[in-house]
């Protein structure tokens, strides 16, 4: 996956989940809100270069890497723009914004393809990965 820090791209990614217009792929109409990922409903996001796994459970959120294999809880909360997904928290002192959005996805290091693409800003820097649900899953390798 591609690390950034332009500001623009976290800004363009932020402002098409909470005020795309038009139809998604999802065939969502103008001014419905997303409704895609249920409530409840556990998240799975990864991605490369560096490696990361987000996990958002209800109102918790756990960060994890190399670095932290165990990861990094905090509380999140969830929004649904009409293009997707918001969560946002902070962790390590530092802001946590998260756009999920409906999108075929691929990881660069598996056969896996997502349904859900990942934008994550955390303090200055940009993340993207891929995600999944309980009700959408991976398709692919379990083990890649």
Known sequence: MIRLT????????????????GSDQTG?????????????EAITLVGTEPFWTI?????????SNPDHP??????????????????????????MQIAVTPGQCNDAMSDRVYPFTATIR?????????????????TGSESP
């Open 6 to 21: 332009s500001k623009l791209a976290v800004g363009l990614a932020f402002g098409l989940v909470l005020a795309s217009c």
């Open 122 to 138: 955390w303090g200055e820097d940009t993340l993207f990965g891929c995600g999944y649900t309980d009700t959408k899953p991976f």
């Open 28 to 40: 969502q109409v103008d001014g419905e809100i997303y409704a895609g990922i249920g409530p409840g």
């Open 70 to 95: 165990e990861g990094r809880e905090t509380l999140a909360s969830r929004f649904s723009g009409n293009g997707g997904l918001g969560i946002s928290g902070t962790l390590d002192g530092q802001a």
């Open 55 to 63: 996990q958002i459970q209800g109102e918790t959120l756990n960060y």
